[in-house]
Each structure stands twice: as structure tokens, then as C-alpha cells.
């Protein structure tokens, strides 16, 4: 998967934008991953999520850019084991050589014991759903290096943090919530650009999206998850595709997700409708 180059990408791929003091994003290619700075622990991190195949140079240049030569992070939390989220992990672990922390029901498709459904190229939304046969749905196998999320929500590293289980999209998907600024990292629980339409993947344009279609297989519980994230009312939303949201844009747009998710989320057809 590492050196496997997926003709996708946006006007803002390779961009940085900070989210709060400690906490940045990178834009790669269509996927966003998160940099977060350990308060008081000087050029102490952690990555979130790791982006997308052949993306390994890309992430170190930056890490090494913000926290310098000598600093790698103390570990890679991850929101779920698709492609786009995993697609530098293997090289990321062989040059850095730290934990990975992803929700126990995620492990099987992070160490070669099962493989992701087949991306549905049958639903409707626009272009980017339609080529999504050609995305990789084969586990990884990362053996030792991945290890389960402690039992208690905490994130290891990031004190003040919990994860939020929020299935649907996979069986394991996890969101990540500081409750002191209600900062939310939401991976792909909900999106904030319509990810199954190439022009607007490609524009970035911002509305509120589900998890993308192609690769959501149980829609019952994305609508839970969706409701999960709402009752936290976080303030600001950085998510796995699209620009981040924030005070009464966000909390305005997951109202209307979650008041007309059939209609704005689900598929009118598709193999797991």
C-alpha cells in the first residue's frame, strides 16, 4: 500500500492549519491527519492518523519542520484502518519506531487477520464514489507495533482526552474529545465536504456530510455515532475529509445532520442500504 499513488486531490493537499495552540492539521492529498503538541512537554507529539499511501516523506517533513530533526512522536493514535488513514503507517513505524493505539475491533484489519467490504462503487453522490473500486480495502499487518485503546477512554499521551467509539464506518472507529475546549477530532464519523463528488472534493467545498458512502457499511450505527458527537457539543471539528467547523456553523450543521441524516447521509441504494 505505500507506494501505491491514487489519482485524488484537492486544492488545499499540503496544507497546514493550526486548529488550536497545540493541536495542527496537514491536508494530504484529500484526507486530513492531526499534529498535536503535549502541553508543557516541549516538541513532545502525537500524529493522528497517518494519510495516505506513498505520504511517509510528506508527514516526516513536517514533523521534523514543527518539532525538529530529533523528535518523533510518542506514538500514532489512529480514528479507523482505511487506506487513507493508514497509508504511510508501515513506513512511519519503520522509521520511528512507537506504538500504535487504535480501537480494539480495528485490530483485526491492522494486523493481516481480515480485510475491509469492498469499496461500493454503486452508490450515488458523484465520481469519487464511482472510483472507488480502485481503493485498496486490504488490512495491513503492523503485528506487535498496534496495541487496543485503554479500556477507560483515555488517550494515551494527550491527558485530558477521551475516544469516543463511533462504528459504522468501521467497526472500530474512534473520534477523540478534549472536554476542557470541547475540541473534537472526528476522523470519519461525520465529514465536512460531500466526499463522494470529485468537483467538490476537489474544490473543498464546506457543507456537513456522513461518513463517505463507499465505505460505510452499517448505517444504524453511523446515525448513532452521529448523535454520540452532537451530545458532546463540541465548538470546533476537525474530521477526516474537509474543513474544519466551529462554534454555531458546527453545532448548527450537526443539528441538521443528525434531524435529517436518511436524507442527507445515507445512500438511496447501495450493498449495505
Known sequence: MTDTLLPVTSVTNGMEKDVTKHLFFLTNQVVNLCFYEIPNRSKEWILIDAGMPASADIIQATAKEHFGEDHKPQ?????????????????????????????????????????????????????????????????????????????????????????????????????????????????????????????????????????????????????????TLQALHPAIAVTGHGLPMEGEELSGALDTLVRRFDEIAIPDHGRFV
Open 75 to 227: 506514538a500514532i493514535v489512529l480514528t479507523h484502518g482505511h487506506f487513507d488513514h493508514v497509508g504511510a503507517l508501515e513506513e512511519l513505524i519503520d522509521a520511528w519506531n512507537v506504538p500504535v493505539y487504535a480501537h480494539e475491533q480495528e485490530l483485526p484489519y491492522l494486523t493481516g487477520k481480515k480485510d475491509y467490504p469492498e469499496p461500493d462503487n454503486s452508490v450515488e453522490g458523484g465520481l469519487v464514489a464511482k472510483m472507488s473500486r480502485m481503493f485498496p480495502n486490504e488490512g495491513i499487518d503492523v503485528g506487535t507495533s498496534v496495541q487496543p485503546l485503554p479500556e477507560d477512554e483515555s488517550v494515551p499521551f494527550m491527558e485530558g482526552w477521551k475516544w469516543v467509539h463511533t462504528p459504522g464506518h468501521t467497526p472500530g472507529h474512534v473520534s477523540f474529545f478534549h472536554e476542557q475546549d470541547r475540541l473534537l477530532v472526528a476522523g470519519d464519523a461525520f465529514v465536512t465536504v460531500k466526499q463522494e463528488s470529485l468537483f467538490k472534493v476537489m474544490m473543498q467545498e464546506k457543507e456537513i456530510s456522513g461518513p463517505p458512502r463507499y465505505l460505510t457499511t452499517d448505517w444504524e450505527k453511523a446515525r448513532t455515532s452521529v448523535e
